[in-house]
């Protein structure tokens, strides 16, 4: 017999009577879905561009999901922001990046409703929608949204995942990380990967392992409840993290350099009608080197780079597979809405020579030819925080012109694939529809057939910006209907506009030809300028790649273009431009606690991020630690923060007191005691003082004396000639007691913990030295 239910917050429709004998009872009604709903199922993919993926043109192998666009459609006009954080935030909301505060990364937050890095609660996530419609939901892999400042264990956890309507979380908080040694959090807590490197551990198939065992968790209990599955790998993103079989599958396959993987897979973009046939392949980049004019060690050097890269993806889209595979073992797979999709074009942060370690790009550090050389036969592994040359990022988006971070087509158009057996009719189809990462959340409602809340938890809902590409599912001739898009992402702007594009580019259509960097500030008179000769207009239905510029003979249509995009920058909180890069990490933002002089840690608890942490950098500090050595010594670290990208670690190892510098992983400097530490209580101390200026424009912080302590005793001094001067890495965090993750200095492996006793740490940044201080340390130390 069904129970008597009743929707919540409407009258019990029972019988109370004084006794359960002469009383009936009924039940309010559980959140349920509507019977048959599908599943939703969101892959995005890191940094991987247009022409990367084998679908798509590339000569790299990527079955599985060429698999999926054989069971369903490939988009060949999708768009995305050009930056990571800001096209997840459209993807989640439907709402554009600025109207989600996100400019920038969210370590680029800076004050501005559109560039503040929080989203508002007012645009609702596609998971709070689907979750009061009797979904499961889940996040996995990167996250990235959360204000930087706000990723301690202090929170505030409202804009953490689980704030933000998933049920459960496995993954990462920042914007990339180490693949063998990541900083993972499960749900609001930080928790260690459960092997080693050594014992065969990589990033990816953690993550399919614990969203398949989500899946499970709960279609064994419920399995006609549907799930959406928000599912993020850290690949493609640096460091290009790969077991050296995978790369090696690649050998010799990239020889014959760039130029010649952008021919050939133009070629098979045309062929597989991905691009129309008067589509002309865009120039070959002024800031990207000439294959044929580099030195045999540089050909070799940059073809592993790729072939790293190669196996990397090919690692990942078989790790994706096993996902899907799971689907179908469990009969899910044809009722779950799969889209595929990329955060935006290949990425440029290897610079024109590659990088063996991306830090170098986030603090403008000038790579080193000779030590990349040396670190060729590492290159995939855990050493190094690998990124591939700009030639490699200019052939991943074949054939647009142009990477991550810039407005033109390289940067904002990326594959987009949508399966779904069960809705969609069509297999193996192309769609050419204009779309855009802010259409994907209307579409899934369209297809579910959920209309948009008005509000989530009490807040009222903003209007949702995109447009539902349902229509086109089955039909390939179906209109457009997202007619016009702005871009702006540092300062490089763009429109599209029924057909045509309209781009402004900034520092220039190449930093040859500007002669300026990435980063350079925007001032007004410029932009004035720029507004007046800056602009460049193509037609899109004539020259999909963007070669012909159409700005000298479409003059009327530019400029109204150009005023249609400051329309459009008003209605989405696109002002004020700013097109300043790394720069922005140094900017001072709001902390949950106000900003102090002394700073006290404790052992055991969560990694403390970079944002969170004391600001160290080019400024006089101290480091003091209270521990116990047990007789016979003791050995490993008693504060660290950093990486191997980049970071300090104040450690003992052989018995001796060390402070130990790695800057960017380009070189390792140690201070260590002249004696081993005694036994007993005691007070560790390291005091940086900065003895010349910061040369921030050219990769170098300030260079420092370095004093080490014992109970305010000086047992060792030595110098630091040059330190970081920007970011000691998006992920990296302050420990007490141990150095987890991957470790910051090669003489140790993580955690490499303290064997003795840590109590607790104080970091000081009065600027007071520690021999006139000892007894004030010991006495704040002891209060706390």
């Not at 993806?313 to 779950?336: M, P, Q, R, S, W």
Request: hydrophobic share 35%.
């Amino acid at each position: 017999m069904p129970l008597n239910e009743y929707k919540p917050g409407t009258a019990f429709p029972g019988v109370i009577g004084r006794t359960a004998d002469v009383s009936t009872p009924a039940w309010p009604e559980p959140n349920r879905a509507k019977e048959g709903a599908p599943n939703v199922l969101y892959i995005v993919l890191d940094d991987t561009g247009f022409g990367q993926l084998g679908c798509y043109g590339s000569p790299i192998a990527t079955p599985h999901l060429d698999a999926l666009a054989a069971d369903g459609l490939r988009y060949s006009n999708m768009h995305t922001t050009a930056l990571c954080s800001p096209s997840r935030s459209c993807m989640l909301t439907g709402r554009n990046h600025h109207s989600n505060g996100l400019a920038c990364i969210t370590e680029g937050s800076m004050g501005y409703p559109g560039s503040n890095g929080y989203i508002p609660f007012e645009n609702g996530f596609l998971s709070e929608i689907l979750l009061q419609k009797g979904y499961n939901t889940y996040a996995v892999g990167k996250w990235h949204l959360t204000p930087a400042e706000a990723t301690s264990a202090a929170g505030p956890y409202d804009r953490w995942p689980l704030g933000r309507g998933f049920e459960r979380f496995y993954g990462f908080l920042g914007g990339d990380t180490h693949q063998y040694y990541p900083e993972l959090v499960r749900d609001n807590t930080q928790v260690e990967p459960e092997k080693t490197p050594e014992q065969g551990y990589h990033l990816t198939p953690d993550l399919v392992e614990k969203a398949k065992a989500m899946i499970a968790d709960a279609k064994q209990v419920a399995p006609n409840k549907p799930f959406f599955m928000y599912f993020c790998t850290g690949a493609m993103h640096a460091p290009h993290h790969v077991p050296k079989e995978w790369a090696d599958k690649y050998k010799g396959q990239f020889d014959d350099g760039w130029d010649a993987y952008r021919e050939k897979t133009f070629a098979r973009q045309k062929a597989l009608g991905l691009i129309p046939p008067n589509t002309t392949l865009s120039r070959h980049d002024p800031d990207v080197q000439d294959w044929a004019s580099l030195s045999d060690d540089e050909r070799r050097l940059y073809a592993r780079m790729m072939e790293v890269f190669a196996g990397f993806l090919e690692h990942t889209d078989h790790y994706i597979g096993e996902l899907i595979a799971f689907l179908k073992d469990l009969g899910e797979y044809d009722n779950t809405l799969i889209m595929v999709i990329s955060d935006n074009g290949a990425s440029s942060e290897g610079g024109p020579t590659g990088s063996v370690n991306e830090g170098k790009f986030f603090n403008n550090v000038p790579e080193n030819l000779e030590q990349n050389l040396a670190a060729i036969d590492d290159i995939g592994g855990p050493k190094y925080f690998n990124h591939y040359p700009w030639g490699w990022t200019h052939a991943g988006n074949t054939p647009f012109r142009r990477w991550k971070r810039e407005t033109y087509r390289g940067g904002t158009s990326d594959p987009f694939i949508v399966s779904w057996p069960k809705g969609i009719n069509a297999r193996g189809e192309i769609r050419s529809q204009y779309a855009h990462a802010i259409d994907m959340v209307p579409t899934v409602l369209d297809a579910l057939g959920i209309e948009a809340p008005t509000t989530i938890r009490g807040v009222t809902q903003s209007p949702i910006e995109g447009f539902s590409l349902a229509s086109c599912f089955n039909d390939a001739t179906a209109p457009s209907l997202h007619l016009t898009q702005y871009f702006e992402m540092f300062g490089h702007r763009s429109l599209y506009h029924q057909g045509w594009r309209a781009v402004c580019p900034w520092p220039g259509p190449s930093f040859s030809e500007s002669g300026r960097r990435f980063g350079d500030p925007i001032s007004y008179d410029q932009l004035i300028q720029l507004d007046a000769h800056g602009w460049e207009l193509y037609n899109l239905e004539e020259d999909f790649a963007e070669t012909n510029n159409l700005a000298a003979t479409e003059r009327d249509r530019l400029i109204a273009m150009i005023g249609m995009w400051y329309v459009e920058a008003g209605k989405y909180n696109v002002l004020p431009i700013d097109s300043r890069g790394t720069q922005r990490f140094g900017v001072e933002r709001p902390q949950i606690a106000a900003d102090r002089q002394r700073y006290i840690y404790y052992p055991g608890t969560q990694v403390v991020p970079t944002n969170a942490a004391p600001r160290v950098m080019n400024r006089p500090h101290s480091i003091s630690v209270e521990a116990v050595v047990p007789e016979g010594g003791a050995d490993g670290v008693l504060f660290s923060m950093g990486g191997n990208d980049g970071g300090f670690a104040f450690y003992v190892q052989n018995g001796l007191l060390t402070y130990g510098y790695n800057y960017v992983a380009d070189s390792h400097f140690r201070i260590t005691s002249t004696a081993s530490i005694p036994s007993g209580h005691h007070i560790f101390s390291v005091e940086f003082t900065p003895t010349g200026p910061a040369d921030i424009a050219n990769g170098k912080g300030t260079p420092a004396a370095i004093k080490l302590f014992v109970d305010g005793q000086t047992v060792g001094e030595g110098h630091l000639p040059v330190t970081i001067p920007l970011s000691l890495g998006l992920a990296a965090g302050a420990a007490v007691g141990a150095d987890p993750g991957s470790p910051t200095m090669p003489d140790y492996k993580p955690p490499f913990a303290f064997t003795g006793t840590v109590t607790r740490a104080m970091v000081d940044v009065t600027g007071t030295s520690v021999e006139s201080q000892e007894e004030k340390m010991r006495m704040i130390l002891a209060r706390q």
